[in-house]
């Protein structure tokens, strides 16, 4: 009787894996449907113009040829209308329904030309009172609201003031949408260093975290910190310096800084001035 119990017991948990099997099996099937059959494209909600209509980006080809080819490398180009009438709308979705500038040839500006004689917008982007400048930053915040709130914090990039824009740093008709873009990170600090040369280098001595990339220790649009830094005074430093307390003194790197972290930050109390690098000083002092 015992050795038929163990036998049932045996068959059940041989139907128990394959039971399980076949729904791991099954599930992975699924999710290779899916990623297949998911197009990579993003739905967005596109601004009312009234008296024009959608017409797609493959219209837009017609004219502006070199721009619609290397728009299709560009992140943008993944922008399509919603609906079961669904269209690439990757140009329409920043310079609006464009049916009347391809109707008159050209004569009739886009909804959104970002000139100086671009026609007023009714409902999406700039109002009559922002200047052209203010008039791009608008349109892009319409999907990026988040960076928006960033722009409002104390310490941020003058994009709201008009000195500059977001296609400054980010393209919005070819490749990455990042200026550098790609994986190598050292690229992406590019887009940083055209405005801060003298973060450049080389130096004889770097900072490590420089590597990383410049968002290491800023938010590029804005920070309530000094200087758009991501963590107040000496707390970004420790972050990955390893500080440890000995005897009622903090050490970091095995150097006493009890006193000193009383004096200010770790670059305004007259130790690592050079955060970037140095030329002369492993401790970045000068």
Known sequence: MMN???QNDKKSASRLVRGLALTLG????????????????????LPNVPGAKYIGSKECEQCHDALYRDFATADHARLIAEGTNAINAGCESCHGPCSLHSDSGGEVKPPYSFTSGRPQPNSFGARV????????????????????????????????????????????????AHRGGGTLLMSANEACIRCHPAQRGPFVFEHEAVREGCVMCHNPHGSVNA????????????????????????????????VRLQQGTCWSAGCHESIHGSRVSPSLRF
Do not use: W, Y
């Not at 099954?26 to 909600?45: D, E, H, K, W």
């Not at 349109?139 to 296609?167: M, T």
């Open 4 to 6: 038929q119990d163990f």
């Open 26 to 45: 099954a599930m992975a099937l699924a999710l290779v449907v899916i990623s297949c059959a998911n197009p990579g494209r993003t739905a967005v909600l």
């Open 129 to 176: 009172m922002a200047p052209a400048s203010r008039a791009r930053e608008t349109v892009c915040f319409q999907c990026h609201s988040n960076v928006r709130g960033q722009f409002n914090l104390p310490s941020h990039h003058p994009v709201p003031e008009g000195r500059l824009a977001c296609i400054d740093c980010h393209p919005p008709h070819k490749g990455s």
């Open 227 to 258: 200087k758009m830094l991501t963590v107040r005074d000496a707390n970004l430093c420790l972050k990955c310096h390893f500080q440890q307390v000995s005897g009622g003194r903090l050490l970091i790197g095995g150097a006493d800084h009890t």
